[in-house]
């Protein structure tokens, strides 16, 4: 059995949309990363999104721990043209296709940017390769909310809709196990 420990990277400050937008995160809250550290397991593989705000929060988990590459299968969702933009524009810009994307997620889409359907194929396939080339009972990875959910989705086997309800704080763990083909949620949002 492989336990997977779910870490959302540190927060940016950010009150726009932000997905595929590659902005830092503020990692001086010297405390909370400590504390997160304790208690993340010493023996695990780490990996993250390629974005920086997740990576470089992974530089700071990854002492005494072996570092994997940087993933970009596991980046925020693709916002396209409304990555960046706050919520009043986009809802005022487009309408329908923000309150589907978020009520009714599944196959619709921002322009130029991935839907919930394809955000979880892209995600899911990311967490396949490492499920094939984990050899650890651990490993934790430095990710996103919207990726942080769709793994929610999978473990719970719920509509997406359900799994948007879910907060994730940054800094936050939320722990899967996974043996075989089944998955099981041990808990979510922990903040040491």
Known sequence: MTHW?????????Q????????????????????????????SANIVASDLRRASTTADLLSKNRHRLPDNAGLREFNF???????????????????????????????????????????INAAVNELIDSNKKENIIIVAHFGVILTQIQ????????????????NFSIT??????????LKFLNFVP
């Open 5 to 13: 420990y779910w870490v959302r990277h540190g927060p940016t400050h």
């Open 175 to 184: 722990k899967l196990s996974h043996n075989n083909s089944n998955w099981n």
């Open 80 to 122: 396209g043209d409304w990555d960046g933009q706050d919520f009043l524009t986009i809802s005022r810009t487009f309408p329908y296709e923000s309150r589907a994307f978020w009520e009714e997620p599944g196959d619709i889409a921002p322009p130029k940017g991935e839907s919930w359907n394809t955000a979880v194929q892209r």
């Open 15 to 42: 009150k726009n949309l932000t997905g595929w937008h590659d902005i830092p995160a503020d990692l001086s809250d010297k405390n909370q990363i400590h504390r997160l550290n304790h208690y993340l397991p010493q």
């Open 154 to 169: 999978r473990a719970l086997n719920v509509q997406p809709s359900e799994a948007l309800k879910q907060k994730i704080d």
